[in-house]
């Protein structure tokens, strides 16, 4: 008989002894090893939603806005609170920096829109022709705006989904007019939906920058500069994005002649950066979900033990008996070792497949994205067999430890 | 091949203490059969199970084998035990969920493993061939008896100790069980150590030996 497979054959034996209480142990580890498969998979499965959801912004996005520096790692809401940027300003990085693909300088204003009899309040976008592409916006139907109709200040909007919902309801919009603030536009493009989320462009409307301000005067600086909200910009070199980031800051902080030791006017960030920002707290929170589901399976590990000793207690005559015939301890240690270790590693086998089954069931339900991954699982399997080893060390230490001849006296 | 040198046991009782033998002295040659008589509490079993390496001598010397055994690990114990030794219970402790075969493998599991063939020798030769796949609740008393000293007899190990053998049988299974323990002694040469109260089973050993309170009180040659 060989040296490994007996203690193994040994531990299966004693767990088929006891198919109830071994099944009730095993359960205990399954809803751990389960429960840390499915928040583990619902947390990664949130952050991948949010980065893409984020990354259809386009990755090679950066985005001025102006305002104080909120310092490193914050992330802005809406800018423009205090207005430092200019026209000028984008005209400036438009012409100097480079590895600078397209510049979008836009201003936003919350605007009533009329239609018939049904109104609603939205921020409105006053933009450049660039700003679809440089915001990688989509178009289900019409057209954006063009260089020409931008030039001549047209009265012409682009809606997003949902607003084009709220207003003209299945009905085709495009080609309909509609009142916003003073002026009438007319809808000439309707943008795909792109989930709600991070600044959603579904609750939004563009219209030219110069249209805009034939109802909301143009706000100028001291200097005469024509202010705008924010900036935003595509790098054509990925690579090049904190360079780009560098170049754009030295030369703003000329331009806006801020004195060395003073903070930026301006806000600078690329969705690089805002990715990188969100995937360390995703990655927290889906850690935190894990060591809470740790926690059930820390309960079943006591279980493991608790039912262990037990059996120890019960198989006294038996552990007298292998001892008479030569057992050491250090066979018995190992053989209640296995046998807690092996009914773990069943419960974490067990529990992987359940895990992964209520994780899928989540997925389908479409409320919430999951992904199990092979590190979960593989850290899953290996976590209930320490599990054993380690609930079950105690319970082995006393089964080797017993007097063979008391043992063998009792009942 | 056992030479036992005024061996004390004591054990703790509490705060008292219990003396259970009270210097033993005794020779077993090789290829002897002897049987332990005496009273209950004389200290049968303790000498039995001092003398089978499951427990150590409070005093005195104990040689196995020209090997001075009262002072080893208990893991050398266990190695002895499961080189040298086969242990035959009252209770024949088996166990309740193998069958007869795997409980004779058993027997060959911590000295350095056997086959499936000679655990089938062992029964065969206690006349059980037949009865291989039952498991010991399948089989009556004097059956079970039988597996049991198969199981202590499929390693070959050179000495046999028997603890009442008989105590649980009806008098027809106890003689079939003593026919093949002492066959075991006259046909391979195994050195036979029973302890028991009964005179008949006692009277197909060579020797005798009655203890009382822990002494030898009496030796006689069958």
Known sequence: MNKWLDPLSGAWAGVIAHKLRSSLTILGIVIGIASVIT???????????????????????????????????????????????????????????????????????????????KNTNSQVTGATPEYMSVNNLKLASGAFFSEQEYERGAKVAVLGSSVAETLFGSANPIGQQMRMGTIIVTVIGVLESKGTGFNSPDDAVYIPLTALHQTVAQPRTAQGGRIVSSITLTVSDQAQTQNVIDAITSLLRTRHRLGVGVDNDFNIMSVEEIVSTLSTVTGTLT????????????????????????????????????????????????????????????????????GWAISSIVDLTGLM????????????????????????FYPAWNASRLNPIEALRSE | MIRLQDITKVYPMGKRELTVLRGITLNIEKGESVAIMGPSGSGKTTLLNLVGCLDTPTSGSYYFEDMEVSRLSSGELAKIRGHKVGFVFQTFNLLPRLSALANVELGMRYCGGGNHHQALEALASVGLSDRANHRPSELSGGEQQRVAIARA???????????????????????????????????????????????????????IIHIKDGQVVMEETV
């Open chain 2, 153 to 207: 007899l499929v390693k070959s190990p050179p000495l046999i100790l028997a603890d009442e053998p008989t105590g649980n049988l009806d008098s027809r299974a106890g003689e079939e069980v003593i026919s093949i323990l002492t066959s075991l002694r006259s046909e391979q040469g195994v050195t036979l150590v029973m302890v028991t109260h009964d005179n008949n089973v006692a009277h197909h050993c060579q020797r």
């Open chain 1, 39 to 117: 928040l583990m998979s619902i947390g990664k499965g949130a952050t991948a939603q949010i980065l893409s959801n984020i990354q259809s912004m386009g990755a090679n996005l950066i985005t001025i806005s102006g305002g104080a520096s909120s310092g490193p790692g914050g992330v802005r809401g809406a800018g423009g609170s205090t207005q430092t940027l200019t026209m000028e300003d984008a005209e400036a990085i438009a012409e100097q920096v480079s590895n600078v693909s397209a510049v979008a300088p836009s201003s936003s204003s919350n605007l009533q829109l009329v239609v018939g009899s």
């Open chain 1, 287 to 354: 850690l935190l979900l894990g060591a809470i589901a740790g926690i059930s399976l820390l309960v079943g590990g006591i279980g493991v033990m608790n039912i262990m000793l037990v059996s120890v207690i019960e198989r006294r005559r038996e552990i007298g008996i292998l001892k008479a015939l030569g057992a050491t301890e250090r066979d018995i240690w190992g053989q209640f070792l296995i046998e807690a270790a092996f009914l773990t590693f069943s419960g974490g086998i067990i529990g992987v497949i359940v």
């Open chain 1, 369 to 392: 994205t999951t992904v199990v991954s092979a590190d979960i699982v593989i850290l899953a399997v290996s976590v209930s067999v320490g599990i054993g080893l380690f609930f079950g």
